[in-house]
């Protein structure tokens, strides 16, 4: 499967910003998805995860409360919303897909997005 990742940008302290990451292939809905993010400098870092079947997901503590993430299995499609974004949260983010396992190990993951810059100002 293919990810593209979108939806980063330049916002301030406070803002929101939707992330969006479309995959490609008939086989999305049987994927376990995930966030991750790495600010320079530092590893990767995971940010959110959600199973194929969906449901409400779990999250860094970083992040919780603030982001929540969602898929749409009719477009082939993750989200992750972003709220009360801190400069903290800047970072590049990709999102992955998971064949087995819904986990917060990025080395479980099988396939990677490109990766989309999120930059918070303050």
């Known amino acids: 499967v293919q990810l593209q990742a979108s939806g980063g940008g330049l916002v301030q302290a406070g803002d929101s910003l939707r992330l969006s990451c479309a995959a490609s292939?008939?086989?999305?809905?049987?994927?376990?998805m995930g966030w991750f993010r790495q600010a320079p400098g530092k590893e990767r870092e995971f940010v959110a995860a959600?199973?194929?079947?969906?449901?409400?997901?779990y999250y860094a503590d970083s992040v919780t409360g603030r982001f929540t993430i969602s898929r749409d299995n009719a477009k082939n499609t993750v989200y992750l919303a972003m709220n009360s974004l801190k400069r903290e949260d800047t970072a590049v983010y990709y999102c992955?897909?998971?064949?087995?396992?819904?986990?917060?190990?990025?080395?479980?993951?099988?396939?990677w997005g490109q990766g989309t810059q999120v930059t918070v100002s303050s």
């Open positions: 992955a897909a998971d064949s087995k396992y819904s986990s917060r190990n990025y080395q479980t993951y099988d396939y």
């Open positions: 292939g008939r086989t999305f809905s049987s994927y376990n």
């Open positions: 959600i199973s194929w079947r969906g449901g409400s997901g």
